[in-house]
Nanobody, 126 residues
């Protein structure tokens, strides 16, 4: 069983930055692919970024590519999402997720992830 706890959300002006963190329990965190997803009010949950367990592969949605960076520190059991040049359209609840089954890449599909955090709110004002 893996427990995920997100932090770092908040209110920021457009153009600003935030760094989200996701702390994971479990001794095998380093072998999980990790992803970030978000859900805005009235919209479906969408893929944001993902990273393979060896950190050699990262994946981004077109809407955040070049602005967001996903990284992980396996020694700290933590995955990060650095968000720069934030836009009002980035406003959403952000969730981190763990996939224990994808070994050498990371999925963009929410259905591939078995464990989810409770989410952290990110609000970008104009």
């Amino acid at each position: 069983q893996v427990q995920l706890v997100e932090s770092g959300g908040g209110l920021v002006q457009a153009g600003g930055s935030l760094r989200l963190s996701c702390a994971a329990s479990g001794r095998t965190f380093s072998s999980y692919a990790m992803g970030w997803f978000r859900q805005a009010p009235g919209k479906e949950r969408e893929f944001v970024a993902a990273i393979s367990w060896r950190r050699s592969s990262t994946y981004y949605s077109d809407s955040v590519k070049g602005r967001f960076t996903i990284s992980r520190d396996n020694a700290k059991n933590t995955v990060y999402l650095q968000m720069n040049s934030l836009e009002p359209e980035d406003t959403a609840v952000y969730y981190c997720a763990a996939d224990p089954d994808t070994l050498y890449s990371a999925s963009v599909r929410a259905g591939a992830y078995d464990y989810w955090g409770q989410g952290t709110q990110v609000t970008v004002s104009t």
